[in-house]
């Protein structure tokens, strides 16, 4: 699926989402009561939205109508709730580019679900995968600000998957980065 969705629109995001589902698998290993081979699955299709074209927050319009047509509740759930770990649609960077009934629908869709731990952990994941390899949360977030520009959730945003981060290191007794290969190297640039 993400093979094809990558030939309809070609980017980088199809290695993120790579990176996004090493990440949830690997983390998910060290936290009781998570399935590995489900948080590889929600990860990996968690931006399957952008097989519809570059947009800001109708990808997790597109992706959650996608994979909810196709009968991938649990992926479609992921793919909408990736982006908003406060459950606001303002928290997404980028344009609203949806219509006013499809917002309302993301909207309503945020309000009613209670988030699971796999909810969270894409929310976390989405944070330390850049397409070049994980990097620390904070530069992965720069770069996302630098791109779209800043959206007045962009604090709240960021407070939001630091909490995820913290509880999740909390649940494991280990720093999510211990988990991840080249953070350093990725981060600060220190390729050979």
Not at 79 to 95: D, K
Not at 103 to 127: G, H, K, M, N, T
Request: charged fraction near 20%; glycine fraction near 8%.
């Amino acid at each position: 699926m993400l093979r094809e969705a990558g030939e309809l629109n070609p980017g980088p995001w199809t290695a993120h989402s790579v990176l996004v589902a090493q990440a949830a698998e690997r983390i998910a290993a060290h936290l009781p009561g998570l399935d590995t081979e489900h948080a590889y699955i929600v990860g990996l299709l968690h931006d399957m939205g952008r097989r519809a074209g570059v947009t800001g927050n109708r990808h997790v319009y597109d992706g959650y109508r996608y994979l909810s047509d196709l009968g991938y509740e649990p992926a479609a759930r992921v793919a909408l709730t990736h982006s908003f770990p406060c459950r606001n649609i303002g928290e997404v960077f980028g344009p609203l580019d949806c219509t006013a009934a499809e917002q309302s629908f993301i909207e309503d869709y945020l309000a009613a679900v209670e988030f699971d731990d796999y909810d969270r952990l894409i929310q976390l994941c989405d944070s330390l995968a850049m397409a070049e390899g994980y990097v620390l949360m904070e530069k992965r977030m720069v770069d996302v600000l630098m791109r779209y520009g800043p959206t007045p959730f962009v604090v709240p945003k960021w407070r939001a998957v630091f909490q995820i981060r913290d509880d999740f290191e909390r649940a494991m007794g280990c720093s999510v980065y211990s988990l991840l290969p080249g953070v350093v190297e990725n981060t600060f640039g220190l390729h050979k």
